[in-house]
């Protein structure tokens, strides 16, 4: 699965919209993008995902360049509660059969959000 | 649904005993898995199940089992607790084979081993 590289540490003020970005230079042509996040103590959860497509959903938008190498979530009213740790992760989609990518989600250090009243 | 429940929440042992991590679901996933987070590090892979009957290694699997028996559990077996293996726990499930493989986390394990 190809590398990310995210910020250590955003902020963002409660209303504005917050952005995060992520490089993945070396992604391949079958691998998707996916979010997740952290939020203090709990188990990650799932944002969204892409291949190339910009995409949307109740939480946030993602925008993949045109030659997908890096990408950005858009939280688009960031709240208090979306204070967390996100995960940018690049992977094959689905289940790669006879390997050990079976559903392996690859976690880095991820990017400190943190919104401020 | 209830999702994906761990128990216990927490745990405390003692060097060299052994104990199980609980992990269910209750969304007829075919995938199930483990992972570890150590402080202030992201997620690593344990084991791994894509079906009962069904179990891998991920990247970090030595000192612990696991069995699938039943599409619904999926619990983690520590058999010879070592400090090295005090961390949280998290149990995740996912559903399709296909792209939209989105997995669910449970609330953790969090685990001390003195």
């Known amino acids: 699965d190809a590398k990310t590289t995210q910020p250590t540490s955003m902020d963002c003020a409660e209303g504005r919209a917050a952005n995060l970005p992520c490089n993945h230079s070396t992604i391949s042509g079958n691998e998707y993008v996916y979010w997740y996040r952290q939020i203090h103590s709990q188990g990650p959860q799932y944002i969204i995902h892409?291949?190339?497509n910009n995409e949307t959903n109740e939480m946030a938008s993602l925008i993949i360049t045109e030659d997908r190498k890096s990408s950005t979530l858009i939280l688009p009213h960031a709240t208090l509660r979306d204070t967390a740790v996100y995960y940018c992760?690049?992977?094959?989609?689905?289940?790669?059969?006879?390997?050990?990518?079976?559903?392996?989600?690859?976690f880095g250090q991820g990017t400190i959000l943190t919104v401020h009243p | 649904n209830a999702g994906v429940t761990q128990t216990p929440k927490f745990q405390v042992l003692k060097t060299g005993q052994s104990m199980t991590l609980q992990c269910a679901q209750d969304?007829?996933?075919?995938?199930m898995s483990w992972y570890r987070q150590d402080p202030g590090m992201g997620l690593r892979l344990i084991h791994y199940?894509?079906?009962?009957?069904?179990?891998d290694q991920g990247e970090v699997p030595n000192g612990y089992n696991v069995s699938r028996s039943t599409t619904e559990d999926f619990p983690l077996r520590l058999l010879s607790a070592a400090p090295s293996q005090t961390s949280v726990y998290f149990c995740?499930?996912?559903?399709?084979?296909?792209?939209?493989?989105?997995?669910?986390f449970g609330p953790g394990t969090r685990l001390t081993v003195l």
């Open positions: 969304m007829n996933h075919e995938y």
């Open positions: 199940s894509v079906g009962a009957g069904i179990t």
């Open positions: 995740a499930s996912s559903y399709e084979r296909g792209v939209n493989n989105e997995q669910f």
């Open positions: 892409g291949l190339k």
């Open positions: 992760i690049v992977r094959v989609g689905g289940w790669v059969a006879g390997g050990t990518s079976y559903g392996k989600l690859t």
